[in-house]
């Protein structure tokens, strides 16, 4: 009787574990990837956004070429540094430096009060590395 029941147990185990793997694949085939898929596309897509212009400096030399941030007044500067080395991001007109390198990125989002043409300046190594516009 008991190696009558630890059959039971296991075929009812083995029928229990076709019928969760029946019900788990299609969703993970089809519904879940289709989620992960919608969720990571929208995380990077918020992060663009709130990161605005993204400025890469390798080597002390913005990737590209010196980069153009055009902000009507009123609205929000916002860009960020990234750098392979050690600095500093010196936002003039508005005055804002804030410390770069490797492990940290310098983010701005800075009411856009002032209108003008500004540097945005590698300040140790004394690069421009984009040109703010501020449009009246
Ligand atoms: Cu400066």
Not at 17 to 26: D, N
Not at 28 to 57: F, L, M
Not at 62 to 83: C, E, H, N, W, Y
Request: proline share 7%; charged share 20%.
């Amino acid at each position: 009787m008991s190696g009558r029941t630890r059959v039971a147990i296991v075929v009812g185990a083995l029928v229990l574990a076709a019928i969760v793997f029946v019900a788990v694949r299609p969703r993970g085939d089809d519904g879940s990837p289709t989620a992960t898929t919608a969720t990571s596309a929208n995380t990077p897509a918020t992060t663009a956004k709130d990161a605005g212009t993204v400025i890469r400096v390798k080597g002390k030399a913005p990737a590209g070429g010196v980069q153009d941030i055009t902000v009507k007044q009123g609205g929000t500067i916002r860009f960020t540094v990234l750098s392979d080395e050690q600095d500093h991001v010196h936002l003039h007109g508005y005055d804002i430096e804030q410390p770069v390198g490797p492990q940290r990125p310098a983010r701005y989002a800075v009411p856009a009060t002032i209108n003008g043409v500004f540097v945005i300046e590698l300040e140790d190594a004394k690069v421009q590395i984009a040109q703010l516009t501020v449009e009246p």
